[in-house]
């Protein structure tokens, strides 16, 4: 028979290497589920992933899947020549969802804006969404669906955004 006292540290080794075993586990797991990797969209400029990667995020958070790889939107940044238009997609266009961004408007504009472009953009070509025009009491547009060719001011920030993401995958919905 054994010491009973080497039993037990035998038991509370053994214990300790199974906890241990679990503690490693759980730590590759939640590295995987916080992974931070940018999605690959094949045919679309690398500088516009982050934001075609926050679309499908938000439409996500609206309840509405998105998938832009599956959807094949393609998207570039070059010069776009016609004064005044930062992004083009046009969906009845002979080459169908393909998004793009002008490249001066790229170049200077902020992240914010830059979504906003993105968003409208993608409005277009995945959610089928036409321009909507209107402004509040205050002179805001009423979406960022807005054509540019009527007087409303942009307010896509980080306090408006809530509003102007559910109007853009929900329209019906607010008002
Ligand atoms: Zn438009």
């Known amino acids: 028979m054994s010491n009973p006292s080497r039993s037990f540290l035998i038991l509370v080794t053994l214990l300790f ?3 241990a075993c679990q503690k490693d586990e759980a730590f590759i797991e939640s590295e995987i589920i916080t992974s931070d990797a940018p999605r690959i969209y094949p045919g679309v400029a690398e500088s516009l992933w982050v934001y075609f990667e ?3 995020k938000a439409g996500a958070e609206q ?5 832009l ?5 393609t998207g570039v940044i070059e010069d776009i020549p016609s004064e ?8 009845y ?3 169908p969802n393909h998004v793009i961004i002008d490249a001066e408007f ?3 504009a902020s992240d914010n804006f830059k979504e906003m472009i993105v968003f409208h953009e993608l409005g277009h070509c995945v959610l089928n969404r036409d321009h909507r025009e209107g402004r509040t009491d205050s002179g805001f547009c009423v979406s960022i669906m807005r054509s540019g060719e009527q007087p409303c001011r942009d ?5 408006n955004k809530p509003y102007y993401i559910e109007e853009l995958f929900h329209p019906n919905r607010v008002d």
């Open 155 to 159: 307010a896509y920030t980080a306090v």
């Open 93 to 95: 266009s002979h080459s």
């Open 69 to 73: 790889v599956r959807a094949r939107i």
């Open 106 to 108: 790229w170049s200077s």
């Open 63 to 67: 309840g509405i899947e998105v998938d």
């Open 17 to 19: 290497i199974v906890v």
């Open 84 to 91: 005044s238009v930062a992004g083009q997609c046009n969906f």
């Open 54 to 56: 926050r679309f499908e």
